[in-house]
């Protein structure tokens, strides 16, 4: 069984030196990885893309299941481990849940990893 990392707050987008700067701290280094770990999945990735490309910032809702191919707990699963990592947010409207992307989140992970990345 693969090994835990620590329970950290993540409800914040990562915020630390890019790690081209040098040597990270141990913790950096742990905000960099829990964030990447929750990422490291393919349903995870495919339900990211979903949410990016829905239609001009269109929250994406139960759908998502169908969409994917995968039953409704599967997705729910998936999703809890995008939301603990700051990366979706999710809203309940009556029966419904919507989802969007949180693009500080992601974003703020982009910089650590490559501050050159998303600029003209």
Do not use: N, W, Y
């Not at 969007?100 to 003209?120: E, F, K, N, Q, W």
């Amino acid at each position: 069984m693969p090994k835990a990392l620590p329970v950290i707050d993540v409800s914040t987008p990562v915020c630390c030196a890019p790690v081209a700067a040098g040597p990270m701290s141990d913790d950096d280094a742990l905000q960099v990885a829990v964030r990447l770990k929750a990422l490291a999945d393919p349903v995870r990735v495919k339900i990211m893309s979903l949410l990016f490309s829905s239609a001009a910032g269109e929250e994406v809702g139960a759908d998502l299941a169908a969409v994917l191919g995968l039953s409704e707990s599967t997705v729910s699963h998936h999703l809890t481990q995008l939301r603990k990592a700051g990366f979706v947010a999710s809203d309940r409207r009556g029966m419904s849940v919507f989802h969007r992307p949180s693009h500080d989140a992601v974003g703020a992970l982009c910089a650590v990893l490559d501050p050159t990345c998303c600029r003209p």
